[in-house]
């Protein structure tokens, strides 16, 4: 069940995540091909791989600040565990495919390190212009290749919502303005398994109903961009809430514009 809360407050301090990402940019000269870290694992595809067999929900692509973004879940239709990398192909006005650092086209993975059959995965990731070839208008994406992965754990997320974080606007005392936005929900571990090291990816959609952002999340970094209600291994059967406060300023323009209307949360464990 999701769920929202509005909260009037004079003050809110909240986690950024593009802050957190890339030092308050989408994209970083320190980061391979421009992209946001968090959005992506950095692990390149290995040489030889499975076919990947997927599919693509809630797509979304748009510009801004010269930046082409990308933001999509990504469906393992495999009836096998797999880690799985996406083929990206960035298209000008007249669909001809454009070169991204001299190269047709550019591979990323998946952010769950192994999703089960007909289990999904997610991604984000932001193109600088610079390294674009031409005008980039839309995108081609396609399964690039997959790893087997023995099966684990199968995490879920449910409870899943937020608190709108209000203050008076500073133009117009007798209005507010929305400046951040705690999401929650609660993490299962339904299965007879022990998930070690468990990851939470966070989706988020503007009021128009479309994905703009996807965030990976460590329980275990020491800077706690996220808060559980226990930390350490998820047992079997276990439940545990969790929170994570995001600030407006470090999010796509397009979110502030727009502002969030729902969240979305995934989990998985880490694999080697």
Known sequence: MRHLFFILLSFFVSIGFFSAACGGNFGTADAPGGIAPGGISSQPMPEIVDSAEVAFRDLNYWTENNLFCIATIVDNTAPFWRRIWVRIELLDAAGQVLKIDGAPNMVVRALAD??????????????????????????????????????????????????????PDPKDSTKTVETAFQASATLENPLDLTAEHPRVVLLLYGKDEKLYFVQMLDP?????????ERDGPMIPQERRKMYCPISYAMLPQKLRELLIGRVDVQVYDVRN
């Not at 275990?220 to 559980?228: M, N, Q, R, S």
């Open 114 to 167: 192994a999703i089960a059959p007909k289990g999904a995965s997610a991604f984000f990731v932001a193109i600088p212009f610079s390294q674009v070839s031409g005008v980039p208008v839309s995108c081609r994406l396609s399964g690039a290749g997959a790893v087997a992965q023995n099966p684990g754990p199968i995490l879920l997320s449910s409870e899943i919502g937020g608190v709108r974080m209000l203050q």
């Open 220 to 228: 275990e970094d020491p800077k706690k961009l996220i808060t559980l």
